[in-house]
């Protein structure tokens, strides 16, 4: 081809803007991937932590009142770290503190009758750590 005039170069400067406009489009795909499976994880985790705590409280909830882990005072879970399983091995941590000198709930329930247990179940996360807390009562001899 022959170019006449200030048609010479042109096609290089073109293509050098369709690059630059290429590469700010793949770094924004990228950053919103990554964004995304961020997210994504986080949410996994928050889910798989919620499982496992609500796991331990029905499992609390079959123990007689005088049980080893419904004493006053905080417990934690053995097997930790806990995959999002339950066995040992994985990324969370499952703790709970056990209240029994609960303040009247007067008039449902009167004084000492019932307990309470606030489950925590943690894992490390890029800024710090995510956790869980739920908490459950029960039943005082």
Do not use: C
């Not at 793949?26 to 996994?44: C, E």
């Not at 930790?80 to 008039?107: E, K």
């Amino acid at each position: 081809m022959i170019f006449h005039g200030k048609a010479k170069g042109s096609a290089l400067i073109e293509v050098m803007v369709a690059l630059v406009i290429f590469v700010l489009v793949t770094l924004g795909i990228t950053s919103s991937t990554i964004n995304a499976k961020r997210t994504a994880d986080g949410s996994r985790h928050a889910a798989e932590a919620t499982t496992l705590a609500l796991d331990r409280l029905e499992y609390l909830r079959t123990l007689s009142s005088s049980a080893a882990d419904l004493t006053s005072g905080t417990h934690s879970d053995p097997a930790n770290p806990l995959s999002a399983s339950g066995a040992g091995g994985g990324i969370f941590t499952r703790t709970w503190t056990v209240t029994t000198s609960l303040p009247s709930l007067s008039p449902a329930v009167a004084t000492g009758t019932v307990g309470r247990v606030d489950m925590q179940v943690s894992w490390p996360t890029k800024g710090g750590a995510g956790s869980v807390t739920l908490v459950g009562y029960f039943k005082l001899s």
